[in-house]
C-alpha cells in the first residue's frame, strides 16, 4: 500500500475533522428534538390533539432546516478544501 503524501494526509485530517464536526452537531441537533418532542408530547395517546401535532410540526420542520444548514455548510468546507 502507497504512503500518503504530506498533503495527502494533511488532506484526509482535514476531512475526518470536518466529519467529527458534523457528528457533534448532528448529535446536538437529535438532542434537541428529543427536547422538543417531550415538550410537544406530554402523554402519549391514540391521537394527536391540534396543539400536539402542531408543536410536533414545528419540531419536524426545525429539525429538517438545521440539518439542510449544517449538511450545506459542511459541503462549502468540503468543497473549499479540496480546491
Given at each position: 500500500?502507497?504512503?500518503?503524501?504530506?498533503?495527502?494526509?494533511?488532506?484526509?485530517?482535514?476531512?475526518?475533522?470536518?466529519?467529527?464536526?458534523?457528528?457533534?452537531?448532528?448529535?446536538?441537533?437529535?438532542?434537541?428534538?428529543?427536547?422538543?418532542?417531550?415538550?410537544?408530547?406530554?402523554?402519549?395517546?391514540?391521537?394527536?390533539?391540534?396543539?400536539?401535532?402542531?408543536s410536533l410540526?414545528?419540531?419536524?420542520?426545525?429539525?429538517?432546516?438545521?440539518?439542510?444548514?449544517?449538511?450545506?455548510?459542511?459541503?462549502?468546507?468540503?468543497?473549499?478544501?479540496?480546491?
Amino acid at each position: 500500500m502507497a504512503e500518503l503524501g504530506e498533503a495527502d494526509e494533511a488532506e484526509l485530517q482535514r476531512l475526518v475533522a470536518a466529519e467529527q464536526q458534523k457528528a457533534q452537531f448532528t448529535a446536538q441537533v437529535h438532542h434537541f428534538m428529543e427536547l422538543c418532542w417531550d415538550k410537544c408530547v406530554e402523554k402519549p395517546g391514540y391521537r394527536l390533539d391540534s396543539r400536539t401535532e402542531n408543536s410536533l410540526s414545528s419540531c419536524v420542520d426545525c429539525f429538517i432546516d438545521t440539518t439542510l444548514a449544517i449538511t450545506g455548510r459542511f459541503a462549502q468546507i468540503v468543497q473549499k478544501g479540496g480546491q
